[in-house]
Each structure stands twice: as structure tokens, then as C-alpha cells.
């Protein structure tokens, strides 16, 4: 009975102790941004930009490509390229006072298509050995610091609703990647687009 008795009490402390500390994180909190590794550093993983494609009309007035989407957004960056990636749709059925233009469907209001580029290639989408040598040939990882962004080319409709590929070897920027951040921003971008 005396065991119990001096046990009773230590117990009873000890559980006291273990639940009286709040430290002001909650258990499961959804509500901070932060990504942590074990390495305690996060790595670049996606480019966030907004592609604004034009056409110049004959009057000298800028047009602006109306389109559900802008697929095959091919980039590199300091020359690796990276995989393509297309931009969100949009609902472009309300947009007003559309017409026609040098083969396609324009507008004189701004549209910017929101791209998401994927930089890190995830194991998951690996399928064939052939895949995998690629990543690891290709395979770099973005550490803090500046790096020549290229657009490549992308696919757009035009107005017969026929994908066209406008290739735009010019448009370099530089990318800066800043330590701990799992993303950047590039903000927009207006592409010139030669009539069809």
C-alpha cells in the first residue's frame, strides 16, 4: 500500500507537468504557410507568372488574344528546359467587345492567362526508365540567387479554333530565388504575337 501511495502522488505530478505547458502552436495548424524539411531549407518548387499575348492591329492599338487557355508553355531556366505547362482556364465568354484580328480572336481589355510553372520534376509522375534518366541528367536544384528565365514558345487558339504555336526566343528575364521561399513571382508579362 505504500508503493501505491508514494506512486499515486508522482504520477499525478508528472501529468500535471506534461499537460499545464502551452506553447501557443496549435497541434494540427493550417494556418502557417511555413514549409519545413529536415534539412530546415525549402527549395524552389514552382514559378507563378501571368502571360499577356497581343496582336498590334493596323490602327497601331494593342489586342489582346482571347482564348479558354494558353497550352504548351515551354521554359528554361540558366538553358534546362523545364516541363511544359499550360495556364488556368478562363471563362472568356463574357468578355466584350471581341472581334477578329490577324487570324485571331482579340480584345482591346487586358487578359492575363495565370501560369503555374512546375519546377521540380516529382518522382510520381516517373513512369519509364528513360523518364527517370532524364531527371537525373536534368536534375538541379534553384538555390538562392539570380537565373535566366526564358519563354520558349507556347500554344495558343486561334479564331478557326486551330492550335497555333507562337515561339518567342526573345523573352528573357532574370529569376531570382530567394532563400526559403518554395515560390516565385514573376508578375506579367505582355508577348507580342505576329498576325497569321
Do not use: W
Amino acid at each position: 500500500m505504500k508503493k501505491v501511495a508514494t506512486i499515486a502522488p508522482l504520477l499525478a505530478l508528472l501529468l500535471m507537468l506534461s499537460c499545464s505547458k502551452d506553447d501557443g502552436y496549435d497541434t494540427y495548424s493550417y494556418n502557417d504557410p511555413t514549409l519545413y524539411s529536415s534539412s530546415g531549407k525549402v527549395a524552389l518548387s514552382e514559378i507563378i507568372l501571368f502571360l499577356k499575348p497581343y496582336i498590334v492591329a493596323d490602327n497601331g492599338e494593342k489586342k489582346y488574344l482571347v482564348a479558354d487557355s494558353l497550352r504548351n508553355i515551354s521554359v528554361t531556366i540558366n538553358g534546362k528546359k523545364q516541363r511544359p505547362s499550360a495556364s488556368y482556364a478562363l471563362d472568356t465568354a463574357h468578355v466584350s467587345n471581341k472581334s477578329d484580328v490577324g487570324g485571331y480572336r482579340v480584345t482591346t481589355e487586358p487578359i492575363a492567362y495565370p501560369v503555374q510553372i512546375k519546377v521540380m520534376l516529382h518522382p510520381e509522375d516517373l513512369q519509364t526508365a528513360g523518364e527517370y534518366a532524364s531527371l537525373l541528367n536534368d536534375y538541379f536544384v534553384l538555390t538562392p540567387g539570380v537565373y535566366i528565365f526564358q519563354i520558349q514558345s507556347f500554344d495558343v487558339s486561334s479564331a478557326a479554333g486551330q492550335q497555333r504555336t507562337i515561339h518567342t526566343p526573345t523573352l528573357s528575364f532574370p529569376l531570382k530565388v530567394e532563400e526559403n521561399s518554395s515560390s516565385a513571382n514573376m508578375g506579367e508579362i505582355e508577348v507580342e504575337v505576329t498576325s497569321m
